[in-house]
């Protein structure tokens, strides 16, 4: 029975002593066996406490890749710089002028990266910053970016504003003054001038006679031209004597609004456009042009993206 008592002590007591050698001063018995066993499972699960963000959690020494969206198609890398639209940049790649990092590209859809060396020709491309820019448009200015018969062009109004490469978004007639948005963001160009997109305008109509309040109604409605049905979303008088009305459209139709009054037999001796997109003429003087703010821009760019 001693023997048995003592054999009993000396287990208890070799136990007692390797719980000792083991466990830090002031821990609790069994919680280092707790976190072992957590850190050596292999059933995936991360002790409390664990970050995903942490610098060493998930670390990869392969190298980082390109995505699609690191990348972007040629054509628009050439129309965001300024050179041309995005159809004639197909056209210059097919051409076989443009080259990247000193290959001749000619496939239409090839992708790049913005650090690429791109020329066009021997001429280095480089990305512009996006610039917009409203002009109040005077009378006798054409709104086409050459022309070869050397007359007055709103290009030449806003040819010194800027370094980067502008054109106007759409059109006005020679005689029709008022409000001309510049930029070289082609896409938003695009969304603004396509036939679906619908961007508010405001025109100013003075006619050479009183104009009747059923024509005004008409003009809501729907009328027939030679391109088929147009219609005015407001329509109203603008003055007393009733020579003078305000036509809200969302057709960008080539000189539709005369050709509305004209179908009822009224001469438009005047037409100014007055609102564009968001934008009006508040503090801008016929013949000068400003900066669009950066609250204007992103005003600019939701009505672009209301489809």
């Known amino acids: 029975m001693q023997s048995d008592k003592q054999d009993q002590k000396r287990k208890s007591g070799s136990?007692?002593?390797?719980?000792?050698?083991?466990?830090?001063?002031?821990?609790?018995?069994?919680?280092?066996?707790?976190?072992?066993?957590?850190?050596?499972?292999?059933?995936?699960?991360?002790?409390?406490?664990?970050?995903k963000n942490h610098p060493i959690a998930g670390k990869k020494s392969t190298p980082p890749k390109y995505n699609d969206s690191d990348l972007i198609r040629l054509n628009k890398f050439i129309s965001n710089a300024g050179i041309c639209s995005r159809?004639?940049?197909?056209?210059?790649?097919?051409?076989?002028?443009?080259?990247?990092?000193?290959?001749?590209?000619?496939?239409?859809?090839?992708k790049v990266?913005?650090?690429?060396?791109?020329?066009?020709?021997?001429?280095?491309?480089?990305?512009?910053?996006?610039?917009?820019?409203?002009?109040?448009?005077?009378?006798?200015?054409t709104t086409i970016t050459d022309d070869p018969q050397n007359r007055k062009t709103a290009m030449a109004l806003v040819?010194?504003?800027?370094?980067?490469?502008?054109?106007?978004?759409?059109?006005?007639?020679?005689?029709?003054?008022?409000?001309l948005l510049f930029t070289n963001d082609g896409d938003l160009a695009k969304i603004l001038t396509h036939p679906n997109h619908k961007a508010k305008k405001i025109y100013h109509v003075f006619t050479d006679k009183n104009i009747s309040a059923d024509h005004l109604e008409q003009f809501k409605a729907g009328i027939q031209l030679d391109d088929g049905t147009i219609k005015a979303e407001e329509a109203s008088f603008a003055d007393t004597s009733h020579?003078?009305?305000?036509?809200?459209?969302?057709?960008?139709?080539?000189?539709?609004?005369?050709?509305?009054?004209?179908?009822?037999?009224?001469?438009?001796?005047?037409?100014?456009?007055?609102?564009?997109?968001?934008?009006?003429?508040?503090d801008l003087p016929r013949g000068k042009w400003r900066f669009l703010s950066d609250e204007e821009v992103l005003l600019l760019k939701r009505v672009a993206n209301r489809r």
Do not use: W
Not at 123 to 132: D, G, N, P, T
């Open 159 to 179: 040819s010194g504003a800027c370094k980067e490469h502008i054109f106007p978004v759409g059109r006005l007639d020679k005689i029709t003054t008022g409000l």
């Open 87 to 110: 159809r004639e940049a197909d056209e210059l790649i097919v051409s076989g002028i443009i080259s990247v990092n000193g290959k001749v590209i000619t496939e239409v859809g090839t």
């Open 15 to 51: 136990g007692k002593r390797g719980q000792k050698r083991h466990e830090k001063p002031g821990s609790r018995p069994g919680k280092r066996s707790e976190k072992t066993a957590d850190r050596r499972s292999n059933s995936g699960t991360k002790p409390d406490g664990y970050k």
């Open 243 to 282: 020579k003078q009305a305000g036509i809200e459209m969302h057709s960008g139709k080539h000189k539709v609004v005369r050709r509305m009054f004209e179908h009822f037999g009224y001469k438009v001796k005047k037409l100014d456009r007055v609102y564009y997109a968001g934008l009006t003429k508040k």
């Open 113 to 141: 990266k913005t650090t690429d060396r791109v020329k066009y020709g021997d001429q280095s491309i480089r990305l512009e910053k996006m610039v917009y820019l409203l002009l109040n448009k005077p009378k006798d200015f």
